[in-house]
């Protein structure tokens, strides 16, 4: 399993170990860890998911899954399931 950081020096307690899943649309928040294998974690690199991008929240399907999210310029689709393994820091 692929385990990137971007580590900063404050990190609010609240949010300590936020998920990209639990971001509300139209909030942002820095992308710290991807923890997911190796091959999924290279696909969402590709796709502009690094550590240190500032990602929003967009819109979702009318079920809530997947969800829409916004990273370097691009609008993408997540599952729920792969966004859990996304960790965030809300960003200031």
Same mark, same amino acid.
């Given at each position: 399993m692929l385990q990137l950081s971007f580590s900063?020096?404050?990190r609010p307690p609240d949010r300590k170990?936020?998920? =990209?899943?639990e971001l509300r649309e139209g909030e942002?928040?820095?992308l710290e860890?991807?923890? =997911?294998p190796e091959d999924n974690a290279r696909r969402?690199?590709?796709l502009g998911f690094l550590p240190g991008q500032i990602v929003s929240a967009a819109?979702?399907?009318p079920s809530g899954d997947p969800r829409v999210?916004?990273?370097d310029g691009s609008e993408v689709a997540l599952?729920?399931?792969t966004a859990r393994h996304l960790k965030i820091r809300v960003a200031d």
């Open positions: 900063r020096k404050h170990h936020a998920t =990209l899943a942002q928040a820095v860890r991807l923890d =997911l969402l690199m590709e819109h979702s399907a999210f916004r990273v599952r729920r399931e």
